[in-house]
């Protein structure tokens, strides 16, 4: 166990819709990072935030957003959904100045 | 091409082998590898983390970095079936907390 926690672990929707996922990171941990994984992208950087300011991102589409609040959850809401969306969202989290990542256990969402 | 390379596999071994599992990368900025096992249907968990070049050893795991070259590896010995998951490389370069991650190469580890 990480010490990450991420909510909901599955997700099922239609095209359009908007979701929300939920991550907690380690306590402690004031970086939190948000990835998508799919079977031909493998593990994408989507955006990262840092005592609730974003520090950085990747390749996270318009339609995508996220934010860190006061006591460090972050939420990464998916808008407009589309099939391609299907994938694994992880929620990452570190100390600060730390490389080293760990990992929640992801939220399954599949887009119908 | 791609900053981090890995081939996907399968790579199917018997129960005692030594595994390798390797990496290459193109960015000479790269200065942190890092070494994931991912289960399935579960996130990644980090299992080794080094800066320099040469050997790093924890338990049956050593990883090994090879900056002139651009390859890194990891090399499992008695591999156990437990064993048996997709192992994710991560490189960084210094200055960035965000690792570029190869795609990963699936071991199956059968007794």
């Known amino acids: 166990d990480s010490g990450v926690t991420q909510t909901p672990k599955h997700l099922i929707t239609a095209t359009g819709q908007r979701v929300t996922l939920r991550c907690s990171p380690r306590?402690?941990?004031?970086?939190v990072y948000w990835y998508q994984q799919s079977l031909d992208q493998g593990l994408q950087f989507l955006i990262q935030?840092?005592?609730?300011?974003?520090?950085a991102k990747g390749n996270i589409l318009e339609r995508f957003s996220a934010q860190q609040f006061p006591d460090l959850h972050s939420e990464l809401n998916l808008s407009s959904l589309e099939l391609g969306d299907s994938a694994l969202y992880f929620c990452?989290?570190?100390?600060?100045?730390?490389?080293?990542?760990?990992f929640g256990p992801g939220t399954r969402l599949l887009v119908l | 091409q791609k900053e981090v390379e890995q081939d996907p596999g399968p790579l199917s071994v018997p129960e005692g082998a030594i595994v390798s599992l390797n990496c290459t990368y193109s960015?000479?900025?790269?200065?942190?590898f890092m070494w994931y096992r991912q289960y399935s249907r579960k996130g990644p968990e980090l299992l080794m983390y080094?800066?320099?070049?040469g050997n790093k050893e924890d338990g049956r795991f050593t990883a090994q970095v090879d900056k002139s070259s651009k390859y890194i590896s990891l090399f499992i010995r008695d591999s156990q079936p437990s064993d048996s998951a997709t192992y994710l490389c991560?490189?960084?370069?210094?200055?960035?907390?965000?690792?570029?991650f190869g795609r990963g190469t699936s071991l199956i580890v059968h007794p």
């Open positions: 990452a989290s570190s100390t600060t100045g730390g490389e080293t990542q760990y």
């Open positions: 935030y840092y005592n609730g300011e974003e520090r």
């Open positions: 080094t800066y320099s070049s």
């Open positions: 991560a490189i960084g370069a210094g200055g960035s907390y965000i690792p570029t």
């Open positions: 960015n000479s900025a790269f200065q942190y």
């Open positions: 306590s402690g941990d004031l970086s």
